[in-house]
């Protein structure tokens, strides 16, 4: 796919990606917007997310985010990045209303929603897909450092089995633009927030483990988190330290979202495939990380996703 060429002659391109957004979804949204700024220097080019954490402010555009409040003229071309158009929140009218959608992922529950659609599952993320589509005569330390933050999130910092060889040769070609990549993983990826930590400590602390010691939940409900004051932007980084934990080939960690609604995240070992756990209700995502949606209480959502560990576990 050649980007330029699939926007030659657009005047209004949106770009847009998942709703309560992570690493990847920024970075390869603002790394693409930033990408287009200097190939099609006469469109006007906007960039459309739903609440990303300030951890990402240093990412070239990102004050330039708009959230998808307000009717828009109809945009010439739309991308739907590190997901499915359906999964875009306030943004999906104008991806759905664009004259050209062009749908941009790894994840492999995304079948393609767009008229021009590349999903690489084995791929491990959105900037990654996108690193390689780039002209490289057009990166700079700006793109290099938004495209090295998406990829280090979604894989772990280079530890998760989505990291492939052309993973860190592609990383080491970044790190070569002179951006502080050290400083860039420990403040977005490590460093947590005072009341972060603390709501991590309390979901490890009253974490249940179940399945023999295989499986184990952390929840949040409604009540605790206005008791904190936290929102999902406070959770990153807990399911994936109760996956830490010996012995544990299946993490989950759940938040309420509403009365009886639950968010569900998962990380798993290679004994667990995520995606079909979740799968069933709903949702998607990597053989290894993967979540959805829940309706019920607590106990029948654990219930209900536990029968689908349990028959994994059990072969």
């Given at each position: 796919?050649?980007?330029?060429?699939?926007?030659?002659?657009?005047?209004?391109?949106?770009?847009?990606?998942?709703?309560?957004?992570?690493?990847?979804?920024?970075?390869?949204?603002?790394?693409?917007?930033?990408?287009?700024?200097?190939?099609?220097?006469?469109?006007v080019?906007?960039?459309?997310?739903?609440?990303?954490?300030?951890?990402?402010?240093?990412?070239?555009?990102?004050?330039?985010?708009?959230?998808?409040?307000?009717?828009?003229?109809?945009?010439?071309?739309?991308?739907?990045?590190?997901?499915?158009?359906?999964?875009?929140?306030?943004?999906?009218?104008?991806?759905?209303?664009?004259?050209k959608?062009?749908?941009?992922?790894?994840?492999?529950?995304?079948?393609?929603?767009?008229?021009?659609?590349?999903?690489?599952?084995?791929?491990?993320?959105?900037?990654?897909?996108?690193?390689?589509?780039?002209?490289k005569?057009?990166?700079?330390?700006?793109?290099?450092?938004?495209?090295?933050?998406?990829?280090?999130?979604?894989?772990?910092?280079?530890?998760?089995?989505?990291?492939?060889?052309?993973?860190?040769?592609?990383?080491?070609?970044?790190?070569?633009?002179?951006f502080?990549?050290?400083?860039?993983?420990?403040?977005?990826?490590?460093?947590?927030?005072?009341?972060?930590?603390?709501?991590?400590?309390?979901?490890?602390?009253?974490?249940?483990?179940?399945?023999?010691?295989?499986?184990?939940?952390?929840?949040?409900d409604?009540?605790?988190?206005?008791?904190?004051n936290?929102?999902?932007?406070?959770?990153?980084?807990?399911?994936?330290?109760?996956?830490?934990?010996?012995?544990?080939?299946?993490?989950?960690?759940?938040?309420?979202?509403?009365?009886?609604?639950?968010?569900?995240?998962?990380?798993?070992?290679?004994?667990?495939?995520?995606?079909?756990?979740?799968?069933?209700?709903?949702?998607?995502?990597?053989?290894?990380?993967?979540?959805?949606?829940?309706?019920?209480?607590?106990?029948?959502?654990?219930?209900?996703?536990?029968?689908?560990?349990?028959?994994?576990?059990?072969?």
């Amino acid at each position: 796919m050649n980007l330029l060429a699939e926007c030659q002659g657009a005047k209004r391109i949106g770009i847009s990606g998942h709703i309560r957004p992570d690493g990847d979804c920024v970075g390869s949204c603002l790394a693409l917007y930033q990408y287009l700024k200097k190939g099609l220097p006469e469109a006007v080019v906007q960039v459309y997310l739903e609440n990303p954490a300030e951890t990402f402010r240093e990412i070239g555009g990102f004050e330039d985010i708009l959230a998808p409040l307000e009717e828009q003229e109809t945009f010439d071309v739309y991308f739907a990045l590190d997901c499915s158009g359906d999964r875009l929140g306030g943004a999906e009218r104008y991806y759905n209303g664009a004259g050209k959608k062009i749908n941009i992922d790894h994840h492999i529950s995304n079948s393609g929603s767009g008229d021009v659609n590349l999903v690489r599952p084995e791929v491990g993320s959105c900037c990654e897909v996108l690193f390689e589509l780039f002209d490289k005569e057009l990166l700079d330390a700006d793109i290099a450092k938004a495209v090295y933050i998406g990829m280090i999130h979604d894989t772990g910092v280079f530890q998760y089995s989505n990291t492939r060889p052309e993973t860190l040769r592609i990383a080491a070609q970044l790190i070569e633009y002179g951006f502080d990549f050290p400083g860039i993983i420990q403040e977005t990826f490590y460093q947590k927030t005072y009341l972060q930590t603390q709501i991590m400590g309390r979901v490890l602390m009253e974490s249940v483990r179940f399945l023999d010691g295989h499986c184990i939940v952390g929840w949040v409900d409604r009540r605790t988190m206005e008791f904190y004051n936290v929102s999902s932007k406070d959770f990153e980084g807990i399911v994936n330290q109760l996956r830490n934990i010996e012995g544990v080939d299946c993490a989950i960690f759940m938040y309420e979202t509403d009365i009886q609604e639950f968010k569900i995240s998962l990380r798993t070992s290679d004994k667990v495939d995520a995606t079909k756990v979740v799968g069933p209700f709903g949702g998607g995502g990597h053989m290894r990380a993967a979540g959805c949606t829940m309706k019920g209480t607590f106990h029948d959502c654990v219930n209900n996703l536990s029968r689908y560990i349990a028959e994994q576990l059990d072969k």
